[in-house]
């Protein structure tokens, strides 16, 4: 009796074994094409994952994101309430869930497809959120990526949010995830930005497997550095930033240093406070 049932239970610890390995297989390959952008194979997969896994947190925001990229709106809000109900604080669903319902209220009246209204509404969000301010605003592409199972999860346009260290800012996700770094140099010229009082937001602008771009706002500038533009448009080696037409030709600005700039800003305020005088 005994052996048998060390039998069934090692029988059983394979098969589960299997079934693990094949879901996880399967998450790769939904999060792969996902990253391509082919949703319709990003849901089929998902779906087999949910299938033998009814609970699987992951598959069921990737299949939430895949519906939602491909307008069915109603059944990406379905999936996030599933979530929730298996994991109420999840972060994930329950951001997707407050944009989708905004998205649900501007859809309704419209004649057009769901895909295509939703496309239309995030489209002209986009155009908003992404305006290009020369000298207050930059895209970036992070280094040391985090994997694309977790990128994959991720949304243009969703918030994240730098953490400046030492010698270094990383971006993480509202959870806290990890996805990628500054490049140094950038980074260690916004460090000192910050520290001097300036504040900034960052937004996902893009994502594959293989790369993630970041779109840098200048917030606050604070009142000592008024005269120092955060992302400056003559130093092309910090970032890939928007360069007005009228600049790629012409005559680039001159180069000046961050404390040159300062000492500026500082200069104006004393004349300022004479002129008072």
């Known amino acids: 009796m005994t052996k ?13 074994s299997n ?23 990003a849901i089929r997969l998902n779906k087999q994952i949910v299938k ?8 069921l925001n990737r299949l939430g994101h895949a519906y939602t990229e491909v307008g069915m709106v109603t059944e990406a809000v379905t999936i996030y ?3 929730l109900r ?18 649900k209220g501007k859809l309704r009246g419209k004649t057009k497809t769901d895909k295509s209204a939703v496309q239309t509404i995030r489209g002209s969000s986009l155009v908003n959120l992404f305006l290009e301010v020369p000298g207050k605003t930059a895209t970036v592409s992070l280094t040391e990526i985090a994997e694309p199972r977790t990128l994959a999860l991720i949304n243009c346009a969703d918030r994240i949010y730098l953490k400046p260290k030492k010698h270094q800012i990383t971006l993480n996700s509202d959870d806290g995830t990890y996805l990628g770094k500054l490049p140094d140099i950038l980074a260690a010229r ?4 910050i520290k001097g009082g300036n504040q900034y937001e960052a937004y ?10 970041v779109f840098l706002k200048e917030v606050k500038r604070a009142k000592r550095l008024v005269n120092v533009n955060s992302f400056p448009i ?9 360069t007005p037409p009228d600049l790629v030709h012409g005559e680039m600005p001159e180069s000046r240093t961050l404390e040159d700039q300062a000492e500026d800003g500082s200069e104006d305020d004393e004349s300022g406070s004479n002129r008072e005088d």
């Open 52 to 59: 033998s896994d009814q609970n699987n947190i992951d598959a």
């Open 86 to 103: 298996v994991d109420p604080y999840n972060s994930i669903a329950n951001k997707n869930l407050r944009r989708l319902r905004t998205i």
């Open 190 to 193: 916004l460090i000192k930005l």
């Open 4 to 16: 048998r049932l060390s039998c069934l239970i090692l029988t059983r610890s394979y098969m589960l």
């Open 19 to 41: 079934i693990t390995s094949d879901i996880e297989q399967l998450g790769n390959l939904a999060t792969s094409q996902a990253l391509k952008g082919d949703w319709e194979t």
């Open 234 to 242: 003559d130093d092309r080696t910090l970032y890939v930033a928007f």
């Open 204 to 213: 996902v602008k893009g994502v594959t497997d293989e790369q993630i771009k």
């Open 81 to 83: 309430r599933k979530v």
